[in-house]
């Protein structure tokens, strides 16, 4: 009892044991090191390399025996010959160890191999949920398809109708572009003369009939000296513009063939409709754009 109280006793181990037993080491050694690295294609075990390490003495003195010099002749020979053996040794160990690890490692490969090439067991085969016709070939090949090459036949046409109305919409912007070139703005004499012909000059300036308190469909506008005149034209005398809106359905339900009738009165009555109308039916019939002074 007096053992136990002081610790020298020892508890009661079951007696089957589930973890090996492992005592404890104090202190580890240290990693050794490999004399055989950086030899850089040598081999250190050989007699060459040992001799250069070693070289035995060029002569051989002969003391007497139980000298100093005797003694110390001893001991290099047998440090020589521990260095030679203990390299050989090495060597030795070194192969011996990595043909074990070479064929370790060949052998947990191959028995990998074996289980994966394994046939499925007939247990197992047997007990496995059975699996539908489509979801088997699609595990294991390719699925049915009857119809891909109508399928991939009509994708074709698709395609080739799709091209085609895409480069027809190209040549016809195209072409609307080159209609449209001989209007463009492209020099300084040109803009000025269209900012004239819009705006008037400062010698004879555009004025504007509401400004004057005439309402904005008048045929006619003040003159210089503050009276009225017929003879003088307006922007506004040909009816009101076209606003943003109005521009927008015409653009919407140009398309259909259908115009709004504000539209219509605001473009100068039922004529320019016409005269539009006749245009794209040409331009149908040319195959090409034609010009609004065409008409």
């Known amino acids: 009892m007096s053992s136990f109280l002081n610790g020298s006793a020892k508890t009661s181990q079951p007696p089957q044991q589930t973890s090996p037993y492992r005592p404890f080491i104090k202190g580890r050694l240290p990693v050794p090191r490999d004399v055989f690295a950086r030899s850089e294609g040598k081999d250190r075990a050989a007699d060459e390399e040992i001799a250069k390490a070693a070289p035995a003495p060029t002569s051989q003195p002969r003391h007497p025996r139980g000298t100093r010099e005797a003694w110390r002749q001893k001991m290099a020979a047998s440090r020589r010959q521990n260095l030679r053996e203990g390299v050989k040794t090495l060597r030795e160990r070194k192969t011996r160890t990595e043909t074990t690890l070479r064929e370790r ?10 289980l994966v090439r394994m046939p499925e067991r007939e247990d197992e085969r047997l007990t496995t949920s059975s699996t539908g016709l489509n979801v088997h070939k699609l595990l294991h090949g390719p699925l049915e398809d009857p119809t891909r090459d109508a399928r991939l036949a009509h994708k074709a046409r698709n395609l080739t109708l799709h ?3 895409k480069r027809a919409n190209r040549m ?17 004499q040109q803009l000025d003369s269209a900012i004239d012909s819009e705006f ?4 004879q300036p555009r004025q504007f009939v509401g400004d004057r308190g005439r309402p904005a469909q008048g045929y006619g506008e003040f003159d210089d000296g503050g009276k009225w005149s017929s003879e003088v034209t307006s922007m506004w005398a040909h009816g009101r513009p076209a606003t943003v809106q109005d521009m927008l359905n015409r653009a919407a339900q140009g398309d259909a063939g259908k115009t ?7 473009e100068g009555g039922t004529e320019g409709v016409t005269q539009s109308r006749v245009r ?14 065409e008409q």
């Open 260 to 266: 709004s009738y504000a539209v219509d009165v605001a």
């Open 163 to 165: 091209t085609s109305a």
């Open 105 to 114: 490692v060949a052998a947990k490969q191959a028995e990998r191999e074996a």
């Open 200 to 203: 008037g000059t400062p010698e």
């Open 172 to 188: 016809d912007n195209l072409h609307t572009l080159y209609m449209n070139a001989r209007h463009f703005i492209v020099t300084p």
């Open 280 to 293: 794209r039916i040409a331009e149908k019939l040319t195959g090409g754009k034609m010009d609004t002074t």
